[in-house]
C-alpha cells in the first residue's frame, strides 16, 4: 500500500476516531466542519487542487464531468463543502438526498464503520436541512464544477403524495443542478423503494419531466453556468436498488427510457448482509443499508444488467464497493460511464479518489 494510503488507514483515522470517542457519525460530523471551513479558504483549495485533481473531462449525456469518479449522495447532503470536493480529485458531487421538509433523520446510533469488512452500515433517514436551504445556499454562491443534486421523499408525506413532494423539491433546486438524481432506493425511510414500481416511478418521472423542460426554457433565459446546458430540459437519473430482482428491474427500466430519462445510478446501499468479516457478523442485525467492499460484486452485477437490458441507450453511473483501479475498470467494463464512491473514501481517503480517477482518465 503506497505511503499516503498507510498514513491515513493508520494514524488519520484511528487519530479521528479516537478523538470523537468512535462514534463514526462524530467523525463524519468533525470531518465535514472542518471542510466547511476550508469552503471558505479558496486560497488553500487551489493548491491543493493542482496537486490532487485528475483533470479528465469526459461529456455523458450532454453534462460535462471534470474527470469519472463522484462523491456518491450522503457524504455532504446541505451541499457544505462544495468547492473541496474537487480539490481532493472528485470530478463531480452528488450532494443530498434532500427532502422537501427539513427532517433530524433516525434516532442515533446509526451509523456503524465495519474495518474489517471494509464496509459502513447506515440508517441515517435522510437527515437534511430540507430542499429550500440548499437552494438558498446555492441561490447565494453556487461554485463551479459539475453538481448533481439528489432528491428524495420526505418522511412525513405519505407515498401516495410522493409526486408532489418530489417535484417541490426539483422545482426549487433543479436550476441549479448539472443533473439531479432521483432517489427511491434508500432502505431507511419506510416505503421509498416501492417507488422503484412502475406505476409510482412512471407518475413521479413523468411530472418531473414536464418540469424540467418548464425549467430548461426558464433558465435558458436567466442562468448559464460553466456545465449545464441551459437550452435543454435538465437530466434526471434514477438511483436503483441492489435488491430488485431482474424482473423488477427490468421493468423499473422500460420506464425510464419511455419517460426519458438521462441514466441510472447503480447501486443505493443493500439490505444484504452477505460478505462480512467474520469477526464482525453482530452487526448483520444492525437495521439498514450495507455499502463498501461486500456490495461490489452486486453493484457490478447490476450494472452490467441495465447495460445489457437498455442495449446501452442508457448512461450509468457505477457505484458500490469502488476502492481500486481494477475495481473501476471491472465497473467500466460492466457498462458504466461514471462511478461514484462513498464508502472506501471515508475509510481510506482522498488516495482512493485519485485512484479510481487516474485508472478510469
Ligand atoms: C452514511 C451513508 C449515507 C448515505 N446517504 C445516501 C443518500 O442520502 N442518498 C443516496 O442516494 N445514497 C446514499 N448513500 C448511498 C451511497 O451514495 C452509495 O450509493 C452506497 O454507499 C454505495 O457506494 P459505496 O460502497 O462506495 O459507499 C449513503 C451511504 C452511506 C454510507
Redesign the pocket.
Known amino acids: 500500500m503506497p505511503l499516503l494510503s498507510r498514513l491515513y488507514d493508520d494514524l488519520l483515522r484511528p487519530a479521528l476516531y479516537s478523538v470523537s470517542g468512535g462514534d463514526?457519525e462524530q467523525v463524519?460530523a468533525r470531518t465535514l466542519r472542518l471542510m466547511a471551513l476550508a469552503e471558505r479558504r479558496p486560497e488553500l483549495l487551489a493548491p491543493l487542487r493542482s496537486r490532487w485533481a485528475t483533470d479528465a473531462p469526459v461529456e455523458v449525456g450532454g453534462v460535462r464531468f471534470g474527470n469519472r469518479v463522484g462523491l456518491?449522495?450522503?457524504?455532504d447532503?446541505d451541499g457544505r463543502a462544495l468547492s473541496v470536493w474537487p480539490a481532493l480529485g472528485f470530478g463531480f458531487v452528488?450532494v443530498?438526498?434532500?427532502t422537501r421538509h427539513p427532517q433530524p433523520g433516525n434516532d442515533r446510533p446509526?451509523?456503524f464503520t465495519l474495518p474489517k469488512s471494509d464496509?459502513?452500515?447506515?440508517r441515517?433517514g435522510?437527515n437534511?436541512a430540507g430542499a429550500d436551504a440548499l437552494a438558498d445556499r446555492l441561490d447565494a454562491h453556487r461554485p463551479a464544477g459539475t453538481l448533481g443534486i439528489?432528491i428524495?421523499k420526505s418522511k412525513v408525506t405519505p407515498l401516495g403524495e410522493a409526486v408532489e413532494d418530489y417535484r417541490y423539491s426539483f422545482g426549487r433546486l433543479a436550476r441549479h443542478a448539472d443533473y439531479v438524481?432521483i432517489?427511491v432506493?434508500?432502505p431507511?425511510t419506510p416505503g421509498l423503494r416501492e417507488l422503484q414500481d412502475k406505476g409510482a416511478l412512471r407518475e413521479i418521472l413523468s411530472a418531473l419531466r414536464s418540469d424540467s423542460a418548464a425549467v430548461g426554457r426558464e433558465a435558458g433565459r436567466d442562468l448559464g453556468h460553466e456545465a449545464h446546458d441551459a437550452a435543454h430540459a435538465v437530466p434526471i437519473w434514477v438511483?436503483v436498488a441492489p435488491d430488485l430482482t431482474e424482473p423488477a428491474l427490468a421493468e423499473l427500466l422500460a420506464v425510464c427510457l419511455d419517460v426519458g430519462v438521462a441514466g441510472i445510478?447503480a447501486?443505493?446501499?443493500?439490505l444484504s448482509r452477505s460478505g462480512l468479516d467474520q469477526t464482525e457478523l453482530s452487526y448483520a442485525a444492525q437495521p439498514g443499508?450495507l455499502?463498501?467492499?461486500p456490495?461490489?460484486a452486486r453493484?457490478v452485477e447490476v450494472v452490467r444488467f441495465v447495460h445489457d437490458e437498455t442495449a446501452g441507450a442508457l448512461p450509468i453511473i457505477g457505484?458500490?464497493?469502488?476502492?481500486s483501479a481494477d475495481d473501476a475498470l471491472a465497473m467500466r467494463d460492466a457498462g458504466a460511464s461514471l462511478v461514484?464512491?462513498?464508502?472506501?473514501?471515508?475509510l481510506h481517503g482522498p488516495m482512493v479518489v485519485r485512484e479510481l480517477a487516474r485508472a478510469l482518465a
Not at 319 to 323: A, D, F, Q, S
Open positions: 463514526a463524519h456518491a449522495a450522503g457524504m447532503k452528488e443530498g438526498t434532500v446509526r451509523l464496509a459502513v452500515i447506515n441515517m435522510f437534511n439528489s428524495g438524481a432517489n432506493s434508500s431507511n438511483k445510478i447501486t443505493n446501499t443493500t443499508g455499502s463498501g467492499a456490495l461490489r453493484a457505484v458500490g464497493g469502488l476502492r461514484q464512491v462513498y464508502t472506501a473514501f471515508a
